[in-house]
């Protein structure tokens, strides 16, 4: 067992763990979050994706040990059901979900997309390699690529981080 | 996941010396290719040694000649680089096109190069451009470095350190993706180096793995055009065959893809 220490959502917690938990087990059935989904389990729908020293990563793919030290943000971590981050309060203005499973994981990579874009880091899509990005819905596509949607509530979704994003724009 | 152990070295050194004493351990970059296997149950490690920390295996530079990447740097952090984005344009862009964000944001050159998967992008940019793997050892040319699927020059317990990457005087690179995991089904890297030697290189095509399509830089090096390659078709009985496409089928997108390579070079 190895002693994993973790900022979680801005608080300092300590378990013991099998080195073979992975970072999505320990948070869902030791730390008792389970805002965080896990569909697949192999790192290709990104229902799991939380962010970790603010980089979106898919937590069913990375082990809790090699994150001693580290800090994460899930879900929970964002917003409550009265003060909702601006992105969960897109989500629910523009009806971006069905079922709602993958939700958790498009919200938390969304949030990492908008950062990403903030810092001026290009994507495949991008017309240039240089100067800010702008958050086309092709962008959005692209940028949020890593995470499935199996209802499908693809337009919605889109909807909802534009609308966040320009938001963000507008306030910063 | 059978049962494993966790170490996590602080230097070079003291992640050679685990690996030399424990012939079932195994290293750790990303673990985006590593972890599912071992979630399959297809490779069952004694220790894992994470090498994703270790400052020798960190940090991007660039002289007049070349742009050199630590093994460990994410593919993340080699597509936002404004120093590889300036140096070689192409292989910013090609690793902003490896899976999605977050398997950019975790998975290593060094675990791409490493792994040599038939249809990872890395080994296209790398032997077309001639690049020189550095390891804890030796350096090992490109040429010399893949030898077939899942197969490289590195010895047990090497550890890649950095690649070297030539600057070309241009290069392109084009991949037919696979929708789902965007692993290339043919993806072809042409580049003109600084002595105007033209290389082609095609991943995700052959059954042997990466390899150089001669008949296509013959062809470049007397005519830089699409047309120059378009009638030139690799042997369909090289190629891979699978539920994504057949060998055939393959062999026809080496030839779209060439094309679109040698139109997308940044002159
Ligand atoms: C959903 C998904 C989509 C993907 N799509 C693509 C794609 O489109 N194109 C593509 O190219 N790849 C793709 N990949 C693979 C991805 O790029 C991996 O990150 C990469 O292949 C392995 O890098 P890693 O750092 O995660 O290595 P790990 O998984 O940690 O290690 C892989 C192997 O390399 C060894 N190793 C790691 N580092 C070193 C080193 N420095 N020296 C010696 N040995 C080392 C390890 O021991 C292990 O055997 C995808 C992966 C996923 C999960
Ligand atoms: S559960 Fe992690 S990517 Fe699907
Ligand atoms: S809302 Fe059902 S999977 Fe996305």
């Known amino acids: 067992m190895h002693d994993v220490t973790l900022t979680i959502n801005g608080e300092r917690r300590t378990v013991a763990l099998d080195a073979r938990t ?13 805002g965080t989904k896990k569909g697949c389990d192999h790192g290709q729908c990104g229902a799991c994706t939380i962010l970790v020293d603010g980089r979106r990563i898919n937590a069913c793919l990375t082990l809790a040990v090699m994150h001693d030290g580290d800090t994460v943000t899930t879900v929970e971590g964002l917003g409550t059901p009265d003060d909702l981050h601006p992105m969960q309060a897109a989500f629910v203005a523009h009806d971006g979900f069905q079922c709602g499973y993958c939700t958790p994981g498009q919200i938390m990579s969304a949030v990492g997309m908008v950062g990403e874009v903030a810092k001026g880091w290009p994507s495949h899509a991008s017309a240039s390699l240089n100067g800010k990005p702008e958050l086309t819905e092709a962008e959005i596509a692209e940028r949020m690529s890593g995470n499935l949607c199996r209802c499908s509530a693809y337009p919605n979704i889109v909807a909802a981080i534009s609308a966040a994003a320009k938001d963000t724009e507008a306030s910063s | ?48 040694v994470d090498i994703a920390r270790l400052a020798e295996l960190k940090g991007i530079s660039v002289s007049s000649e070349a742009v050199t990447i630590g093994a460990a740097m994410t593919h993340y952090s080699i597509a936002s680089s404004p120093e590889v984005q300036g140096a070689i344009p192409t292989l910013a862009k090609l690793a902003s096109g490896i899976g999605d964000p977050q398997v950019r944001h975790r998975g290593t050159l060094g675990g791409s ?70 692993y290339a089904m043919a993806g ?35 005519n830089w055009s699409a047309d120059a390659v378009a009638g030139i078709k690799v042997d369909p009985s090289d190629m891979l065959s699978d539920i994504h496409g057949d060998a055939a089928y393959r062999a026809n997108l080496v030839s779209v893809m060439a094309k679109r390579a040698v139109v997308a070079a940044a002159g």
Do not use: C, W
Not at chain 2, 160 to 176: C, E, W
Not at chain 2, 206 to 221: D, K, P, S
């Open chain 2, 1 to 48: 996941m059978y049962e494993t152990s966790y170490k996590r070295p602080a230097s070079l050194a003291e992640a050679a010396a685990i690996i030399a004493a424990d012939d079932e351990a195994k290293f750790l970059a990303g673990g985006q290719t590593l972890l599912p296997t071992m979630k399959q149950r297809l490779a069952a490690p004694s220790q894992l």
């Open chain 2, 188 to 222: 072809v890297f042409v580049a003109t180096l600084a002595d105007g030697a033209v290389r082609v290189a095609v991943t995700g095509a052959g059954q042997g793995g990466v390899f150089r399509a001669t008949a296509m830089e013959e062809a470049l090096g007397d």
């Open chain 2, 113 to 182: 190069l490493a792994n040599n998967d038939p249809s990872a992008d890395y080994p296209a940019a790398v032997l077309a451009l001639g690049a020189t793997l550095v390891t804890d050892r030796r350096e090992i040319a490109a040429d010399d470095y893949f030898q077939g699927m899942f197969t490289t020059a590195l010895e047990e317990g090497e550890i890649l350190v950095r690649v070297v990457f030539p600057i070309p005087r241009k290069a392109g690179y084009s991949k037919f993706l696979n929708p789902a995991s965007r």
């Open chain 1, 22 to 34: 992975t970072l999505l087990d320990a948070l869902r059935d030791h730390l008792g979050l389970t």
